[in-house]
Every structure is written in C-alpha cells, then in structure tokens.
C-alpha cells in the first residue's frame, strides 16, 4: 500500500503500532524495514527519519485486518493513492 502527505507522522505511527501482524516499510531502495513485532515502541523509530510529515511512503501488511483498519484511516484522512 502506497501512502501520501501524512501530515501528522506521529498519529499515522501509533496506528501502525497497534497492528497486531507484522508491517514493513519499503524505502526507494527497496529495502524493508520492520515496524512492528520486536520493536520497544514501534511509534518512535520512523520519526528518525521523517521530520512529522510524509510526502510518500509504502508499506506491506501481514494480517489483512491491519491493512483494513489503516486503509480505512487514510480514506477519513485522504492519505490514499487513487
């Protein structure tokens, strides 16, 4: 799922965070990194590497009902690619 202009980085990684399966974030490299399962508190690493807001960003979900709840928090926040 690709994502845009989330304009409040915090909110948008406490919503993942509270994913129960495993999300990862792809970078332009293609590389993956791990935002949940494992982490202290997930909602704080990507913070290091985005200043609050997020042009662009693309994530893959492991349990189905995450992928839901986040894409149904994009939608109310128009976040979501067309």
């Not at 974030?25 to 997930?42: A, C, I, S």
């Not at 704080?44 to 009902?65: C, H, S, V, W």
């Amino acid at each position: 799922m690709k994502v845009y202009n989330i304009h409040n980085g915090k909110e948008f990684f406490k919503k993942i965070a509270a994913c129960e399966g495993m999300v990862e974030l792809v970078n332009e490299k293609g590389e993956r990194l791990q935002l949940t399962k494992g982490m202290p508190d997930p909602s704080t690493l990507p913070m290091m590497y985005f200043d609050g807001a997020i042009r662009e960003m693309e994530l893959f979900f492991q349990n189905q009902k995450d992928c839901t709840r986040i894409l149904h928090y994009l939608m109310n926040k128009r976040h979501l690619a067309a």
